[in-house]
């Protein structure tokens, strides 16, 4: 992980970790990856809108889901922190 995204990590947690609601909203999306579901970011999205068949599989993506990446790593951190038996 690049220092660039590793200081975004740590903000995005951060920001998690002050807000309950939104850290409940994060928890409910639990066992899945987040994506950011963007055709015109292929660095923090995907490439494609969540309409386009393309999105259902990682492989097909034409983006890196930067941001999608850092919630999902975030929510997973903070779910096991909560909730150590979490998987």
């Not at 590793?6 to 909203?25: P, V």
């Not at 409910?28 to 068949?53: F, M, Q, Y």
């Amino acid at each position: 992980m690049s220092e660039c995204s590793l200081h975004r990590l740590i903000c995005c947690s951060l920001q998690y970790r002050q807000n309950r609601d939104l850290r409940q909203e994060l928890f409910a999306t639990a066992h899945t990856v987040l994506v950011e579901a963007s055709e015109h970011d292929c660095r923090w999205g995907i490439g494609s809108t969540k309409d386009n068949r393309m999105s259902w599989r990682s492989r097909t993506w034409r983006g890196y889901n930067w941001l999608g990446n850092i919630l999902t790593e975030t929510r997973d951190t903070l779910m096991k922190e909560v909730c150590p038996s979490f998987c």
